[in-house]
């Protein structure tokens, strides 16, 4: 599957924003962003034109996208299956993009990433109710157990992510972990409230409703 291989550090430029892409380091002063690169990619310039309203919405939308580690085609059909959805679309497509596999992993604390959980759950590490699962957009259910496998337990990167889960305690109230057993359950379906992400998902709505 095609996937972005590039600088991560270029797209938190991109978007102004720490996106997350190297999990905790992303807040440490070592960040592009929060050094001497305050600007885009390119050419530092003097003066910026004024952003379109339809760019606006671009930026929140590459924003939402890129923390996700997702494409054009897979994000979009997030987005339709949101809007088929009862209750509001932007909430809708925040629950769901909360719900993929990887992410659920990240935010257990077994990785300090999702494109460290994405690994994981491709390498074959991760378990869904039992069952190895090895697709990172598997949308998990409420009530899903998910655990580390056997083979993986005692690995010194999962170690190191979940201590740095202990220190931040930033593990969301929609799941509950054992860090013991290496495993978590989902006790209730993601809503708006449980993402802290600074997001817009109204000016994707928007975008995406042209």
């Given at each position: 599957?095609?996937?972005?291989?590039?600088?991560?550090?270029?797209?938190?430029?991109?978007?102004?924003?720490?996106?997350?892409?190297?999990?905790?380091?992303?807040?440490?002063?070592?960040?592009?962003?929060?050094?001497?690169?305050?600007?885009?990619?390119?050419?530092?310039?003097?003066?910026r034109a004024k952003?379109?309203?339809?760019?606006?919405?671009?930026?929140?939308?590459?924003?939402?996208?890129?923390?996700?580690?997702?494409?054009?085609?897979?994000?979009?059909?997030?987005?339709?299956?949101?809007?088929?959805?009862?209750?509001?679309?932007?909430?809708?497509?925040?629950?769901?993009?909360?719900?993929?596999?990887?992410?659920?992993?990240?935010?257990?604390?077994?990785?300090?990433?999702?494109?460290?959980?994405?690994?994981?759950?491709?390498?074959?590490?991760?378990?869904?109710?039992?069952?190895?699962?090895?697709?990172?957009?598997?949308?998990?259910?409420?009530?899903?157990?998910?655990?580390?496998?056997?083979?993986?337990?005692?690995?010194?990167?999962?170690?190191?992510?979940?201590?740095?889960?202990?220190?931040?305690?930033?593990?969301?109230?929609?799941?509950?972990?054992?860090?013991?057993?290496?495993?978590?359950?989902?006790?209730?379906?993601?809503?708006?409230?449980?993402?802290?992400?600074?997001?817009?998902?109204?000016?994707?709505?928007?975008l995406y409703s042209?």
């Amino acid at each position: 599957m095609a996937k972005y291989t590039g600088p991560k550090c270029k797209l938190c430029r991109r978007e102004m924003t720490a996106l997350m892409l190297k999990g905790q380091r992303c807040l440490t002063d070592k960040c592009p962003i929060k050094g001497k690169k305050k600007y885009p990619p390119g050419p530092p310039r003097k003066r910026r034109a004024k952003m379109s309203d339809y760019a606006i919405q671009l930026r929140e939308k590459q924003k939402v996208k890129r923390s996700y580690g997702m494409l054009e085609k897979q994000f979009r059909n997030m987005f339709k299956r949101a809007s088929q959805m009862k209750g509001v679309t932007g909430d809708n497509l925040l629950s769901l993009l909360e719900r993929r596999l990887d992410n659920v992993i990240y935010r257990m604390g077994f990785a300090s990433s999702r494109m460290q959980a994405r690994q994981l759950v491709q390498h074959r590490h991760v378990m869904v109710n039992g069952h190895v699962v090895d697709i990172s957009s598997f949308r998990v259910k409420e009530g899903a157990v998910v655990a580390i496998t056997e083979k993986f337990n005692k690995n010194a990167v999962l170690e190191d992510s979940i201590k740095l889960a202990k220190a931040v305690d930033s593990v969301p109230e929609w799941v509950e972990v054992d860090f013991e057993k290496k495993e978590g359950k989902v006790v209730r379906l993601p809503v708006r409230a449980d993402i802290v992400d600074s997001f817009n998902e109204q000016l994707i709505v928007e975008l995406y409703s042209k």
